[in-house]
């Protein structure tokens, strides 16, 4: 096959003061054997002007420079609406891709009819090939919390398949123009964390499938933006967290995960804090918990 027998592929990023780290993507996304891709970088506020380096080393790239920190979905929304492609990979920057990532992806989407997401295996950069995301299990409606499967098991290519599964990654996610038109973009009142599941619902209520592509595999740093003991992801987890069931459950179980969060998670959270004296954190989480007095 020709390169332009192959459907398009846009592959939209975020870089947020992280041009090394998006620097490392754009050259695994070199070595890739797929041929038909467009990338657009959007640079979601940095406080310096280092991604200028990246249009002058990668001239191939799409980048934009939004001025303003829009979060995760408005960043992505940004890029999605400038992309060509027939089908759209939101990727993480602090991801790194392997050579022959991106045809199972898109070969999902042209053998399985109604296919609206599509994450491949996502391994730990760095960290002996363990695992990450190998499908998902749905969030639970009265907690709020999903399960990934594979978690921190080593990769021994054990979930070396292809299967339908309910949650896609949103640090490496593949859709298609068709989805996007019909279902629209990403919601952005949730700014970063939740964005992903509240979107692969929608896309799953219009009657698409969700596809966990084993055969395909990246590498993720997980956390580099925003840090893993960091206020602000205390913040946005909390609040989300609220929120995606706030927008996704109704009557009896919706009275149920409130009940849980409010009668059982929270308490637990704050005792978990206080104990650690972690007040930074604690008062994040309380104001993630308030967000929703006023809204």
């Not at 409130?258 to 104001?287: E, H, T, V």
Request: aromatic fraction near 12%; charge should be neutral.
């Amino acid at each position: 096959m020709k390169a332009t027998d192959y459907p398009l592929v846009s592959i939209v990023t975020i870089n947020f003061n992280q041009t090394s780290v998006t620097r490392d993507l754009l050259l695994s996304l070199q070595n890739i054997s797929y041929p038909s891709i467009e990338i657009i970088v959007v640079d979601n506020g940095s406080r310096d002007t280092s991604v200028q380096s990246l249009k002058q080393e990668f001239p191939e790239i799409n980048l934009i420079v939004t001025g303003k920190n829009l979060g995760f979905a408005g960043g992505n929304n940004v890029g999605l609406k400038e992309a060509k492609g027939e089908y759209l990979l939101l990727i993480n920057n602090d991801v790194e891709v392997t050579p022959g990532f991106l045809e199972p992806l898109v070969a999902i989407f042209q053998q399985e009819p109604n296919v609206g997401i599509a994450s491949p295996r996502i391994v730990y950069f760095d960290r002996d090939e363990l695992i990450q995301y190998a499908g998902a299990v749905s969030i639970n409606p009265y907690t709020g919390r999903g399960k990934k499967l594979g978690y921190l098991e080593t990769d021994t290519n054990q979930y070396n398949w292809v299967r339908e599964t309910e949650l896609g990654h949103g640090a490496c996610l593949l859709t298609s123009r068709k989805v996007m038109e019909e279902v629209g973009l990403l919601p952005e009142v949730y700014f970063l964390y939740y964005e992903e599941h509240d979107w692969t619902e929608q896309v799953k209520r219009a009657g698409y499938r969700v596809y966990y592509v084993g055969t395909s595999k990246v590498y993720h740093k997980e956390s580099i933006s925003v840090g893993k003991n960091n206020p602000i992801k205390t913040y946005y987890l909390v609040r989300n967290r609220l929120l995606y069931l706030k927008r996704n459950t109704k009557g009896l179980t919706q009275l149920s995960s409130m009940l849980f969060f409010f009668g059982l998670a929270m308490p637990k959270d704050i005792l978990k804090l206080l104990l650690r004296m972690d007040f930074p954190n604690l008062k994040s989480y309380i104001q993630g918990i308030s967000w929703h007095l006023n809204h």
